[in-house]
């Protein structure tokens, strides 16, 4: 596992490139200290009084989520050269270590455990996937250490217990969410049928809080067809959702399967529009090319929103990056920015501490939206739906939880 660091570090598109490879053949470890982008050499254990103060995040850096590491690590870096411009926190420089989990849920508990028994972060920032999330946010837990989830969406992940939060929405309003949206104008979906990954716990949840609340609004849901990780072949599940004729097909999967499940479906003379989730967003859906074109989803937030935060973020980014920041980059920005609120508000660093700060947070304003951690650890905020057109994501329109 390669660690990487980066404090003031400006990435341009080059070197996210080659942070993303150094990470893919980055197996080997370095012991007794890990060059620094500063030159300098750290030694164990680090985080010495008055040192730097260390954030940790585990991502998919490389693997077949790995844009969702790579937009997430920059969002986080860019938060921290940020803060760290302005100070840092208590006139400690902040710094943060990344680990490549490869989009393996063991490999983010060993990623955690490192960054924590080793590295001696102050905080853990991670993951997008909630499998994996769920998979690091155990062993946060029990040394005590802080973590803030960016993106993972299923409730299990902050029910691991007191020290593990998220600065997103989660699925039961998700879920509500798409249906709500697949009811209204434009779909006005009377029949949907639905297509989940039945291996990850992200995708079963949202397809069932979709269902529930679909249902209620008085929809009717025509099939429920399943695959597994890995398949590449939907053709049987897609024409029995065929024969049901729905209005609409709600994926609640990852952009990977939903650009294999969108161009069958079209293959397979399947014209109704489809509806996913917020696993569908990464530049890659392009890859679906026009089978995609006229699809929905849900999501954070989008580039193209009319706010000035948004307006703001994006600029900055562009400037940082050189490309148009995805949800992720805005949560991992949100997600580091809100912790080191924290740092500053904490009476220490020690777990406990910073968690009370954590959890204390009270109308953050965010890119994503204006950020208050609820009991159950979560953010309570609107989600966004974007339109899918040429490869391209459009802002379409945004749903507040109800009252
Ligand atoms: N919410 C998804 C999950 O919990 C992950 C995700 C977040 C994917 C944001 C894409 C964008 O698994």
Not at 25 to 53: E, K, N
Not at 337 to 357: E, H, V
Not at 371 to 380: E, L, V, Y
Request: glycine share 10%; net charge neutral; aromatic share 8%.
């Amino acid at each position: 596992m390669k660690r990487c660091f980066a404090r003031g570090l400006s990435l341009t598109l080059a070197a996210v490139a080659w942070l993303s490879l150094s990470y893919g053949c980055g197996r080997q470890d370095t012991p007794g200290g890990t060059q620094s982008s500063s030159g300098a050499v750290a030694t164990q254990p680090a985080a010495a009084p008055g040192g730097p103060v260390r954030i940790g995040h585990f991502a998919s850096m490389t693997g077949s989520e790995a844009t969702w590491g790579v937009s997430t690590d920059a969002g986080v870096r860019m938060a921290v050269k940020e803060e760290n411009a302005k100070g840092g926190v208590n006139g400690r420089p902040l710094e943060v270590i990344t680990y490549d989990n490869q989009g393996r849920a063991q490999e983010s508990a060993t990623a955690v455990t490192r960054l924590i028994t080793q590295d001696k972060v102050a905080a853990v920032l991670g993951e997008v996937a909630s499998s994996r999330s769920i998979a690091g946010g155990q062993v946060a837990q029990r040394f005590g250490v802080p973590m803030i989830s960016p993106s993972s969406t299923n409730p299990k992940v902050t029910d691991i217990g007191d020290m593990v939060f998220r600065v997103c929405f989660i699925d039961p309003f998700q879920g509500y969410v798409c249906a709500k949206f697949a009811r209204g104008e434009p779909l006005n979906a009377q029949k949907a049928a639905t297509l989940f990954n039945r291996a990850q716990i992200y995708s079963t949840g949202l397809n069932d809080t979709f269902k529930k609340h679909f249902t209620e609004m008085g929809g009717t849901i025509t099939t429920e067809q399943a695959y597994a990780d890995g398949d590449t072949d939907y053709s049987a599940q897609l024409t029995n959702i065929r024969a049901t004729a729905p209005d609409v097909i709600f994926i609640p999967g990852y952009y990977t399967e939903v650009v294999n499940i969108a161009v069958q479906a079209r293959r397979l003379g399947l014209t109704v529009p489809l509806l996913g989730g917020d696993g569908w967003d990464a530049e890659d859906l392009k890859n679906a090319g026009s089978a995609l074109d006229g699809a929905y989803f849900c999501n954070h937030y989008s580039h193209d929103e009319d706010r000035p935060a948004v307006r703001e973020f994006v600029a900055k980014y562009q400037e940082e990056y050189r490309r148009i920041p995805d949800g992720m980059a805005a949560t991992g920005y949100d997600s580091a920015k809100l912790l080191i609120d924290a740092m500053r508000r904490a009476s220490s660093l020690a777990g406990k501490d910073l968690a009370a700060a954590i959890a204390a947070t009270k109308d953050f304003p965010g890119v994503t939206g204006v950020i208050t951690i609820d009991a159950q650890r979560n953010a309570r905020k609107p989600a966004v739906i974007l339109r899918v057109e040429g490869g391209k994501t459009y802002y379409t329109t945004t749903i507040a939880p109800p009252d």
